[in-house]
C-alpha cells in the first residue's frame, strides 16, 4: 500500500466553501472510516488550500480518482489538485 500527498488548491470564495462544507467533510469522513483517507485539512495561510494524506493501491492517477465525487470538487471549489508519492519515514503513517 503506497502513501500518497494530495494538495488541493481552492477558489477564493469563501460563502460557496461554507455552503458544500457539510457534505465536504462527510464524504472525507466516509473515507476516513474506510482507511482511505489518513489525515486532512486546510491550509491556515492566505494562501488557502488543503493536503490530504491518501493510501492505496496503484496508480497515482488511481488513488486520486477516489477524490473524483468529492463535493468541493463537484461545486467548483477545488480549482486544482496534484498528488505525489509520499514516502513516511518517521511519524504515524510510516510502516517501519
Not at 470564495?13 to 489525515?39: Q, V
Not at 495561510?45 to 473524483?68: H, K, M, N, R
Not at 470538487?73 to 496534484?82: A, F, T, Y
Request: aromatic share 8%.
Amino acid at each position: 500500500m503506497s502513501i500518497y500527498a494530495v494538495t488541493y488548491l481552492y477558489a477564493d470564495d469563501t460563502a460557496l466553501k461554507d455552503r458544500h462544507r457539510p457534505e465536504h467533510r462527510e464524504f472525507l469522513g466516509a473515507l476516513h472510516a474506510e482507511g482511505t483517507l489518513l489525515a486532512s485539512g486546510p491550509y491556515t495561510d492566505e494562501d488557502g488550500g488543503a493536503l490530504l494524506i491518501l493510501q492505496g493501491e496503484g496508480t497515482a492517477a488511481e488513488v486520486l480518482s477516489v477524490l473524483d465525487p468529492d463535493p468541493f470538487r463537484r461545486e467548483g471549489v477545488v480549482l486544482e489538485r496534484s498528488i505525489r508519492p509520499w514516502n513516511v519515514v518517521i511519524g504515524g503513517f510510516g510502516t517501519a
